[in-house]
């Protein structure tokens, strides 16, 4: 099994581009979750989601956009990308309580904007 | 107040000793408690899941939930220089069955 698989690894923006962070599971996990985490720092999370059709916000939405259309895929969106969006942005994904809320996390794509 | 706080560290431990890592948490009615453990430049694991009052046992580590004092442990016995690494605590709200919420992570190194 792939597991989580997040694309692209490692991409630089310029200050007001757009992109779309790619995240796809092929464990049929119900729950999906992007977190950022910024140098010597813990998770923070940014949006979830409970089921294909629909998410919620976490502890640090603005500037970002997710959707849910099908299970497997979850795409997180930065729109008009700010310096303060470099970090390392992390997919997970779950399947509570078959697997006791354990998160399957994707290897990251670490973004710069400059 | 933050939701999930830990001691950013870091700790250094001598190998062999035992280290605790320390972590409280605001939302009195969480029901479900992880310990991760981050390499630098990896992913997160988890190594230890708790959701009842008491101490956990799995190998080395021991995880420790006191709902009262809200607060949780992890205590890593007989520590390896292969335990060198982030841990970061996290926690379920129960405002959302879902949402998971992790602490600042605390650096332990050990030392020789």
């Known amino acids: 099994n792939a597991g989580v698989t997040q694309t692209p690894k490692f991409r630089i923006l310029k200050i007001g581009q757009s992109m779309t962070l790619q995240c796809t599971q092929d464990m049929n996990h119900n729950y999906m979750y992007w977190y950022r985490q910024d140098p010597g720092m813990g998770l923070k999370l940014i949006y979830y989601s409970v089921g294909a059709g629909i998410t919620d916000k976490g502890e640090v939405p603005n500037g970002y956009n997710v959707s849910r259309s099908t299970t497997e895929d979850f795409p997180l969106r930065l729109e008009l990308a700010a310096p303060s969006q470099t970090s390392v942005y992390f997919c997970?994904?779950?399947?509570?309580?078959?697997?006791?809320?354990?998160?399957?996390f994707g290897s990251g794509t670490q973004l710069s904007v400059l | 107040q933050k939701e999930v706080e830990q001691n950013s560290g870091p700790l250094s431990v001598p190998e062999g000793a035992i280290a605790s890592l320390n972590c409280t948490y605001s939302d009195r009615g969480s029901q479900s408690f992880f310990w991760y453990r981050q390499y630098s430049g990896k992913s997160p694991e988890l190594i230890m899941s708790?959701?009842?009052?008491g101490d956990k046992e799995d190998g080395r580590f021991t995880a420790q939930l006191n709902k009262a004092s809200q607060y949780v442990s992890l205590l890593i016995r007989d520590s390896q220089p292969s335990d060198s690494a982030t841990y970061l605590c996290a926690v379920n709200l129960l405002s959302s069955a879902s949402k998971i919420i992790f602490g600042s992570g605390t650096r332990l190194s050990i030392r020789p």
């Open positions: 997970a994904s779950s399947y509570p309580p078959v697997e006791e809320e354990k998160l399957f």
């Open positions: 708790i959701y009842s009052n």
